[in-house]
């Protein structure tokens, strides 16, 4: 089993910046590759950035490519989303993921494990 608990949402107004926080505990933080993902309300959830095990390779949504920064730190068991410039709809609530596998994944069901999600509004 792997817990996961995001921090770090908040109000922020448009072309502000925010970090969310994935804090793992558990399984073997740094055999999972992880994943942020995002609902806004009456939409689906969607893939927002992935970071493979070891950090060297991460993938993003093209809405958030240039943004968006997903950095990992295995040694704490922390994985980051570093949000810039971000648009009113970036609102959403924002959930951490983990994959147990080496290959990453762009789709929800990929995951084995969720948060309990963080509320990310910006104001426009």
């Known amino acids: 089993q792997v817990q996961l608990v995001e921090s770090g949402g908040g109000l922020v107004q448009a072309g502000g910046s925010l970090r969310l926080s994935c804090a793992a505990s558990g399984r073997a933080f740094n055999t999972h590759v992880m994943g942020w993902f995002r609902q806004a309300p009456g939409k689906e959830r969607e893939f927002v950035a992935a970071?493979?095990?070891?950090?060297?390779?991460?993938l993003y949504a093209d809405s958030v490519k240039g943004r968006f920064t997903i950095s990992r730190d295995n040694a704490n068991n922390t994985v980051y989303l570093q949000m810039n410039s971000l648009k009113p709809e970036d609102t959403a609530v924002y959930y951490c993921?983990?994959?147990?596998?080496?290959?990453?994944?762009?789709?929800?069901?990929?995951?084995?494990?969720w948060g309990q999600g963080t509320q990310v509004t910006v104001s426009s």
């Open positions: 993921a983990a994959r147990v596998a080496f290959v990453i994944g762009l789709e929800d069901y990929e995951y084995d494990y």
């Open positions: 970071i493979s095990w070891s950090g060297d390779i991460t």
